[in-house]
């Protein structure tokens, strides 16, 4: 039977994992995401590997505002948002991330993937030329696969020379450019030029798309991410983001933009249009990160003396990285078996950071990903430097 083929199959492929030393594990936390963690079978241990990059999946205000979502709204949507799903808690929260990022408009997703696939492939028409940055997220990716236009293909990662050559090639058969980038890059920490971006595509009249999910809460002197990092913020034609990671840490996504896209976004995303609305207690949840985000830096302001000081201390220890402004680290090793045994090792020294490997990152180029949360404390900060000190 085909069935019973494909278990084999699948078996063989898991215990060659197992054998090689690249089999990914599960592990179950027991209790809320801070600082430090309780995870099953190890006990507590300092986190360096989660989104939560201003400690907001905890915090009071954002875990009462869900709580109240949940009394006054119950457990779930039930519908799309075109039928019966669309609630005021939704209409609070849009018009708050669009002002936080300075767009007309936004229209939250229950996830930044599906507010990719949304925005792209929606957008993007079948004369239009889609130029999307080589190491852009997954969903990026995908999201370009699934629109249809007249070109889509990459350009070498933020190399505007290369970006600029496939502009003016294209210029004059395509009907609207599109430039698509990460503002910071998941995995490298690297960081896109976006003032550079926001001059080249008013050049070409081409439209500039950023999903900024790892740019919201470290980046900018108020966390507003990327664009207000590099000076360009409210300049961008349409950011996407996460809910799941700096902004309460649950679940969901958005796209800020004109009111036109956003409208356009309503009346065909596929994905508003066949998937249920954001679960209002998290719209609730996310508008109160909002909230707290626009009424001081204190949170952002901690974070970043945090990113300072341990990549400060992790090359002082001699660990080789590269120059970013982010609060993402990450430390080569190449190979995946190798990076997962610093990872477990690690683990045994009480730091929580996870290895990376293919497919998450292209074979022989394994690494160690930190992340830095202004969760941390000066006594979390300091085991972490002791661990990689004996590491």
Known sequence: MSSELFETRTRQDIDAMRSAGTLKRLRHVAGPMDATVQLEGEGECVVLCSNN???????????????????????GTASVRFICGTFDAHRELEAKLAKFSGTPAALSYVSCWNANEAAIATAAGPKDVILSDELNHASIIDACRLARPLKRTVYKHRDLDDLRAKMEEWSKEAEVIWV???????????????????????????????????????????????AEHCGVWGEIDVVTGTLGKTLGGAAGGYVAASQAFIDLLVQRSRTSLFSNALPVPVACGAAAAVDIMERDTTLVDRLHANTRRLRQGLKELGYELQDSPSA???????????????????????????????????????????QVSAALQDCHLEKVLDAFTKL
Request: glycine residues 12%; charged residues 20%.
């Open 180 to 226: 698509v980038t990460d503002g910071v890059f998941s995995m490298e920490g690297s960081v896109a030029d976006m003032q550079a971006l926001v001059a080249l595509c008013r050049e070409f009249n081409a439209m500039l798309v950023m999903d900024d999910s790892h740019g919201v809460g470290p980046m900018g002197v108020t966390g507003k991410g990327t």
């Open 328 to 370: 993402i680290i990450p430390i080569m090793i190449g190979d995946e078996a190798e990076a997962i045994r610093k990872s477990e090792r690690l683990l045994e020294l009480g730091v929580w950071v996870v290895a990376f490997g293919f497919p998450v990152v292209p074979r022989g180029e394994a690494r160690l990903r930190v």
């Open 53 to 75: 990059y201003l400690g907001l999946a905890n915090h009071p205000e954002v875990v009462e505002a869900t709580r109240r979502g949940l009394d006054h709204y119950g457990a």
